[in-house]
């Protein structure tokens, strides 16, 4: 049988064989060559043929996917190392401390419902934003010119809703003194009215008590009381109230009459 030296004796190997037992020499699995072969994923490194897939199976630079996202796609370091570091779906603990793991995307999810988060101290200005105690130390440190601008905005909003309430609470008040004004020019007019009412009452219950002075058996002795002339007082005032209105009562030939 021929007689061969292994084809990498430049890389170390110093086998000597058979030409038939060449193949199973370089095997990558089974053979026994022992020259350095370089890695193929250019990591830097030389390896024995028989133990080269044993590395290429742990290689830093060997292909690797996200096994999160699924979406990227580089060699395990870089992966592992980098990617895994602003992967959204890279499953991290929860940073208010309740032990909880939560895919990076839904940590603001999760800081809504955390029992150990609380609200930032500038809700009340438009942040949103829900954390931790430590972490939210840390927010209100890298977000003061922010957070400044949000209480500037809230100030001015409020400051305008002021200004429009104020407006509106002034055209009430001056609605309010027409009304009241009004209500007295009315108040003023009952009042004249009703004295005149009262006068009227007065001067009839004079004329009934003229009246009753005469003996209504005798019906021949009923004086005639057709005054010669009738005043009638508050004209205008009658005139603008809109009702009916009468002059004092008479006789005349014993009928009770009036104009």
Known sequence: ELKVKCPKQNLGCLWQGELGTLEKHLDPVHGDCTADVPCKYNCGR????????????????????????????????????????????????????????????????????????????????????????????????????????????????????????????????????????????????????????EREVKSLENEMEELEEYDDSDSDNFPTTLPKQLVLNDFYDLQESEEKWYSPPFYVEGYKLCL
Do not use: W
């Open 46 to 197: 030389k390896f024995p043929v028989g133990s080269l897939d044993d590395h290429y199976r742990t290689c830093d630079k060997r292909p690797y996917t996200c096994g999160h996202c699924l979406g990227f796609s580089s060699t395990y370091a870089e992966v592992t190392g980098v990617h895994c570091l602003t992967c959204p779906r890279y499953p991290i603990r929860c940073p208010n401390g309740c032990l909880a793991m939560i895919q990076r995307r839904n940590i603001q999810k999760h800081n809504s419902k955390c029992r150990l988060a609380v609200n930032c101290r500038y809700e009340f200005a438009g942040c949103t934003t829900k954390l931790g105690q430590s972490a939210m130390e840390q927010h209100l440190q890298e977000n003061t010119a922010q957070h400044l601008g949000m209480v500037e905005e809230a100030y001015r909003r409020l400051t305008l809703a002021c200004d429009r309430d104020a407006d509106k609470y002034r055209e009430e008040v001056r609605s309010k003194d027409q009304e009241i004004r009004r209500l007295q020019d009315k108040l003023e007019r009952s009042n004249q009215h009703s004295k005149t009412l």
